[in-house]
């Protein structure tokens, strides 16, 4: 039996000019957009055994579900999976959550990711600053976009990287309610693709 690795995967919705929540950090135009009736979240978390995000999606995720007067609905949403919020200020802790609160190098969490992860895969919540450092350290093996048809204009961007063709390989093409959801295998660039579009020495820089 061929064994399947656990893959680092950056699941989230964004709107079709690549924002994940609008200038005030709301999500309320994402709310808007009928899923469907078959909400692949559930499926996609099953197969998760830890997971990060950053101190803006966390403090999110505390408003709009009221999990620190309802811990239950925290524990409803991500059971017992521990969860590292990458923060560089005082948060307050969920009740009785697996919960660890980090600052610093993604390395050192990613590899503690993994770990308690036992063979499941890890999630990146978001955002998208943070997801592009575990980009940066060749961390990060597949996205995963929830695509709606909404244009916002303006917000916080959904991977402030920059991600050659020759790094994402599409997989996966779906059709979920409104959503078009699609799924990229993250590699490295080829040495001879880097080399390609290396600029000239002394070439002026915008």
């Given at each position: 039996m061929v064994k399947v690795m656990a893959k680092t995967q950056y699941y989230?919705?964004?709107?079709?000019?690549?924002?994940?929540?609008?200038?005030?950090?709301?999500?309320?135009?994402?709310?808007?957009?009928?899923?469907?009736?078959?909400?692949?979240?559930?499926?996609?978390?099953?197969?998760?055994?830890?997971?990060?995000?950053?101190?803006?999606?966390?403090?999110?995720?505390?408003?709009?579900?009221?999990?620190?007067?309802?811990?239950?609905?925290?524990?409803?949403?991500?059971?017992?999976?521990?969860?590292?919020?990458?923060?560089?200020?005082?948060?307050?802790?969920?009740?009785?959550?697996?919960i660890f609160m980090v600052s610093g190098d993604v390395q050192r969490v990613a590899e503690a990711m993994l770990v308690a992860a036992k063979g499941k895969n890890v999630w990146l919540a978001g955002g998208g600053h943070l997801v592009g450092q575990f980009a940066d350290r060749g961390l990060l093996d597949e996205i995963i976009l929830g695509i709606a048809p909404v244009v916002l204009g303006q917000g916080a961007q959904l991977l402030p990287r920059h991600l050659t063709a020759r790094q994402l390989a599409l997989t996966g093409v779906a059709q979920v309610g409104r959503f078009a959801y699609l799924t990229y295998a993250v590699g490295s660039e080829p040495a001879a693709g880097r080399a390609a579009v290396r600029e000239p020495a002394g070439a002026a820089r915008a």
């Amino acid at each position: 039996m061929v064994k399947v690795m656990a893959k680092t995967q950056y699941y989230t919705a964004t709107s079709i000019d690549g924002y994940i929540a609008d200038e005030n950090n709301s999500l309320e135009w994402l709310f808007d957009v009928d899923g469907g009736y078959e909400n692949p979240f559930g499926g996609f978390f099953a197969g998760v055994g830890a997971f990060a995000m950053g101190s803006t999606t966390y403090q999110w995720v505390l408003q709009n579900d009221d999990v620190m007067n309802r811990p239950q609905n925290w524990h409803d949403l991500y059971g017992d999976v521990p969860c590292w919020v990458f923060t560089n200020r005082e948060l307050p802790l969920v009740p009785d959550a697996n919960i660890f609160m980090v600052s610093g190098d993604v390395q050192r969490v990613a590899e503690a990711m993994l770990v308690a992860a036992k063979g499941k895969n890890v999630w990146l919540a978001g955002g998208g600053h943070l997801v592009g450092q575990f980009a940066d350290r060749g961390l990060l093996d597949e996205i995963i976009l929830g695509i709606a048809p909404v244009v916002l204009g303006q917000g916080a961007q959904l991977l402030p990287r920059h991600l050659t063709a020759r790094q994402l390989a599409l997989t996966g093409v779906a059709q979920v309610g409104r959503f078009a959801y699609l799924t990229y295998a993250v590699g490295s660039e080829p040495a001879a693709g880097r080399a390609a579009v290396r600029e000239p020495a002394g070439a002026a820089r915008a």
